[in-house]
């Protein structure tokens, strides 16, 4: 242990580093956070290897821990520098399990029904595919703070999407920058060359950041997405000059089958551009669709289910979309930009290579949602199937919860015709209100707001006055009907409503007003309940 620093003679110095060696006897550091302090760079370096971050390594008493996972480096000795107040370095331990892994998934704001990390922050979605039995969702992490920082590769498994395991970080950040997001495709031909004997290389194609540009990467796997081997010639794209723009992110590469190539769109400065590849490492440029922003996506749907009649989606993070035409090389814009969906979600992806006889097309969005006093932060919203359906303004998008969500609710009380008064007197004795589902039909009476609250928050808030619900414009297909059918979907800090079959739906942070006693409580100009379901809800976790 070495160093001490800071004030001589009254004048604040620049802290130097301080260290600390020990020999890694079991599977976690647990490292002590306190959001008040400033950031340090951490660097712990052992044989054959460097690992650095940033952390707020807390001084007292901290606000949560976070990990390490020290499984790579058992009998090494490390050694630990950091260049923040380094108070907390005597306070860093070992053990076999991680600080609060006891109350993991049971802490007192943790979603139920939702994936969250097990510490740390989550933002996109990234490389969402099926492979060999299990969905994979990467997604931006910070396995150091609550906050953004690090963009790393976090990593978890599930066999119904519904029930995830997380596992190690998949991508780690190195010399060239952080790791931002990007997708994956499995390379059955051997494209790019890197599958070994039966085993096709996954490969993902990711964004690297650092403070003066970002460039595009290639990684591949042997082992389903456990560990990673980086190209050794990365970057495969470096447009900044091209653009005259820092902003060329988020790749989102897939085989396209009429061309025999892959495509990527990449979101460069002002939209959406594609490119083409025979072997995912040489790139070409091709065309761009202007008027979009971050974490492209780009698929093939069928017109109300039927194949003879497909058109294209592209979308933004957002989740606007324009439908249109695609050659393999250029994506011709027919309608839009409308948008089917609004509220927490953001940077949503969908899965790609999906089992053989599954044809459905499943999004997984970013919730930013807040976990109050929580050592993670953020959420992967619920799973939906995406579909193009027509309209009277023609073909829109449509969302709507996967089926595979239904396990986890059980329907208690089910009503028809009520008033409000007396659907809020039924809803008095549903039970638990931390986590539930709710289907209802409202009919209004006067082309007024209505709708339904939860603790003095608007969840549902249908104004045919100035067709807002929720705040955003909504006419429902039949613009002259009085009715209207909302799914909802309650977590501990989160609410999920498709409306009307998904023709529109949103996200809302749960926010109850402390003041409020009140539960679930429908209101507006003498309206008819003409259905009711409530249904308790699972936890996904054990
Ligand atoms: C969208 C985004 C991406 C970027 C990533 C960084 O939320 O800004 O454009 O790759 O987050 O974490």
Same mark, same amino acid.
């Given at each position: 242990? =070495?160093?001490?620093?800071?004030?001589?003679?009254?004048?604040?110095?620049? &802290? =130097?580093?301080?260290?600390?060696?020990?020999?890694?006897?079991?599977?976690?550091?647990?490292?002590?956070?306190?959001?008040?302090?400033?950031?340090?760079? $951490?660097?712990?370096?052992?044989?054959?290897?460097?690992?650095?971050?940033?952390?707020?390594?807390?001084?007292? %008493? /901290?606000?949560?821990?976070?990990?390490?996972?020290?499984?790579?480096?058992?009998?090494k000795t490390i050694t630990i520098r950091y260049d923040g107040k380094a108070d907390g370095l005597e306070t860093i331990y070992q053990d076999d399990r991680f600080a609060g892994q006891d109350s993991l998934y049971h802490e007192k704001n943790r979603p139920q029904y939702h994936f969250t990390t097990r510490r740390g922050w989550i933002n996109d979605p990234n490389g969402m595919i099926f492979y060999d039995g299990e969905y994979h969702l990467f997604y931006q992490h910070n396995p150091f703070e609550r906050e953004w920082e690090n963009m790393s590769w976090g990593h978890a498994v599930s066999k119904d999407m519904i029930h995830w395991q997380e596992l190690q970080t998949a991508l780690l950040p190195d010399r060239m920058g952080t790791m931002f997001s990007g997708s994956t495709v499995i390379d059955y031909d051997n494209t790019a060359g890197f599958n070994q004997g039966n085993v096709p290389a996954m490969i993902a194609l990711f964004t690297v950041d650092n403070p003066e540009k970002e460039v595009q990467c290639l990684a591949y796997s042997l082992d389903k997405g456990r560990t990673w081997t980086k190209y050794a010639q990365n970057p495969v794209i470096d447009s900044k000059a091209k653009w005259n723009s820092k902003d060329t992110r988020d790749p989102r590469?897939?085989?396209?089958?009429?061309? %025999?190539?892959?495509?990527?769109? &990449?979101?460069?400065?002002?939209?959406?551009?594609?490119?083409?590849? %025979?072997?995912?490492?040489?790139?070409?440029? +091709?065309?761009?669709? #202007?008027?979009?922003? +971050?974490?492209?996506?780009?698929?093939?749907?069928?017109?109300?289910?039927?194949?003879?009649?497909?058109?294209?989606? $592209?979308?933004?993070?957002?989740?606007?979309?324009?439908?249109?035409? *695609?050659?393999?090389?250029?994506?011709?814009?027919?309608?839009?930009?409308?948008?089917? #969906?609004?509220?927490?979600?953001?940077?949503?992806? !969908?899965?790609?290579?999906? /089992?053989?006889?599954? /044809?459905?097309?499943?999004?997984?969005?970013?919730?930013?949602?807040?976990?109050?006093g929580m050592p993670?932060?953020?959420?992967?919203?619920?799973?939906?199937?995406?579909?193009?359906? !027509?309209?009277?303004?023609?073909?829109?998008?449509v969302s709507v919860p996967v089926k595979e969500v239904e396990q986890l609710f059980a329907p208690t009380g089910q009503w028809?015709?009520?008033?409000?008064?007396?659907?809020? +007197?039924?809803?008095?004795?549903?039970?638990?209100?931390?986590?539930?589902?709710?289907?209802?039909?409202? %009919?209004?009476?006067?082309?007024t707001s209505a709708g339904l609250s =939860?603790?003095?928050?608007?969840?549902?808030?249908?104004?045919?006055?100035?067709? =807002?619900?929720?705040?955003?414009?909504?006419?429902?297909?039949?613009? !002259?009907?009085?009715?209207?059918?909302?799914?909802?979907? @309650?977590?501990?800090?989160?609410?999920? @409503? *498709?409306?009307?079959?998904?023709s529109f739906s949103y996200s809302l942070e749960r926010k109850p007003n402390p003041a409020s006693k009140e539960g679930l409580v429908f209101w507006g100009n003498r309206i008819e309940v003409k259905d009711l379901t409530f249904y308790t809800a699972k936890s996904i976790w054990k």
């Open positions: 242990m =070495l160093a001490l620093t800071c004030l001589l003679s009254g004048v604040a110095q620049p &802290l =130097l580093a301080q260290t600390r060696t020990l020999t890694i006897t079991k599977r976690y550091l647990n490292l002590p956070v306190a959001q008040a302090q400033d950031r340090g760079t $951490m660097q712990l370096t052992m044989p054959g290897g460097e690992r650095s971050f940033k952390i707020r390594l807390a001084a007292g %008493k /901290p606000d949560y821990w976070v990990f390490c996972d020290m499984a790579g480096a058992m009998g590469v897939f085989w396209y089958a009429p061309g %025999k190539h892959w495509v990527m769109v &990449l979101n460069e400065r002002d939209g959406h551009s594609i490119y083409t590849s %025979k072997n995912l490492k040489q790139w070409q440029y +091709e065309s761009h669709t #202007t008027g979009f922003w +971050e974490c492209p996506d780009l698929f093939e749907l069928p017109v109300d289910g039927d194949n003879g009649k497909k058109k294209w989606v $592209m979308y933004g993070a957002s989740a606007t979309y324009m439908i249109g035409s *695609f050659d393999g090389k250029k994506f011709t814009p027919e309608s839009g930009k409308h948008a089917y #969906t609004n509220g927490t979600i953001y940077a949503a992806q !969908t899965f790609t290579n999906m /089992p053989g006889s599954d /044809p459905r097309r499943i999004q997984i969005g970013w919730g930013r949602v807040q976990q109050p993670f932060n953020g959420m992967m919203l619920l799973p939906t199937e995406l579909q193009l359906r !027509t309209t009277k303004n023609g073909s829109r998008l028809t015709a009520l008033s409000a008064t007396e659907a809020n +007197e039924q809803l008095k004795s549903v039970g638990s209100l931390d986590q539930f589902r709710l289907q209802t039909t409202l %009919k209004l009476s006067h082309a =939860l603790f003095g928050q608007k969840i549902l808030d249908y104004d045919l006055n100035h067709n =807002l619900l929720n705040g955003a414009f909504y006419s429902p297909e039949d613009m !002259t009907s009085m009715e209207i059918t909302a799914d909802i979907y @309650v977590d501990r800090t989160s609410v999920e @409503v *498709f409306v009307n079959g998904g």
